[in-house]
């Protein structure tokens, strides 16, 4: 492409300096104005109804009007270049602006489903601290009545074997002192 471009260049640089070697060459005539014609013209003819028309000045005439609508060419490409150009400018910022719109919705339903997250765990840690505490309080009920009935039991059993016991005593000693009665009788 590049030497396409070249070539191109160094054409029209030859056609733009043969229009102005043509023109440098032609003495000017103020008389006759430029007309710009969109037809090809046909070859031409040394006398038109008694009119002498210069053959190099015709030619001039549609070198003229070559190079002028060359010149509007290439302002039209240049002029849809810039078009296109701000049309991609345009478009790529649609689609950064719709890229961002699209990350930050993203980011937003992260945000969502994060604090929903920590909400649900939270509540989840309540509960389990609730159930815990229950649980302990129950736990130590318990424990408290089982300690309680322990204590009642080891009282109840003290108590039976000191009766018990003084009983045995009482009976030991009745029959000590009814031994010692039949011996000093």
Do not use: C, F, H
Request: charged share 40%.
């Amino acid at each position: 492409m590049v030497s396409r471009k070249r070539k191109t260049d160094k054409s029209e640089e030859g056609t733009k300096e043969m229009i102005v070697e043509s023109i440098e060459g032609i003495e000017e005539q103020p008389d006759e104005p430029i007309v710009e014609v969109n037809e090809v013209a046909e070859e031409p003819q040394a006398e038109t109804e008694g009119v002498t028309v210069n053959p190099l000045a015709d030619v001039m005439g549609q070198a003229e009007k070559a190079y002028a609508a060359y010149r509007e060419a290439e302002q039209q490409v240049s002029k849809i270049y810039k078009e296109n150009e701000q049309q991609l400018t345009e478009a790529y910022r649609r689609a950064e602006q719709e890229a961002s719109s699209i990350s930050e919705e993203s980011i937003r339903q992260a945000l969502v489903v994060r604090d929903e997250a920590i909400a649900q765990a939270n509540r989840v840690r309540e509960e389990a601290e609730q159930r815990i505490l229950e649980e302990y309080r129950e736990t130590r009920e318990q424990a408290e009545k089982s300690n309680e009935k322990a204590i009642a039991e080891s009282l109840k059993a003290r108590d039976e074997a000191v009766a018990k016991a003084w009983d045995l005593r009482d009976n030991t000693v009745a029959q000590a002192w009814g031994i010692y009665s039949r011996i000093t009788k």
